[in-house]
């Protein structure tokens, strides 16, 4: 603490962890791009994959569930795939910034970035 300056010294420490936890963060961030996550449907018939922050950048279909009459189906569980993988996503990007942000005692349920 900078002494003959009152609570700047204070100030001053917390500006310079608030410097430091946004660079952890822009890092957290900038990983979420490389994590992939996968999500799946009807017993690993459809599979998707996504980065952590919920791009989809593949999807996997099962050669055996391509029938005409079953068109529905298929889209069912494309799309519940999908969901699946960015449910994963969010899970696993909320993991990634909690790193970041522990041992700081937010309140609970808190997110960052806000």
Known sequence: MLKGLGG??????????????????????ERLNSITVEGEAGAGLVKATATAKGELVGLDIDASIFNGDDKEVVEDLILAAVKDA?????????????????????????KLPF
């Open 8 to 29: 700047l010294g204070d100030m001053a420490k917390i500006m310079k962890q608030a410097q430091e936890m946004q660079s952890k963060m822009a890092e957290a961030q």
């Open 86 to 110: 960015q449910a994963r996503a969010s899970e696993t990007a909320n993991d990634e910034m909690g790193k970041v942000t522990e041992g700081l005692n937010l309140p609970a349920g808190m």
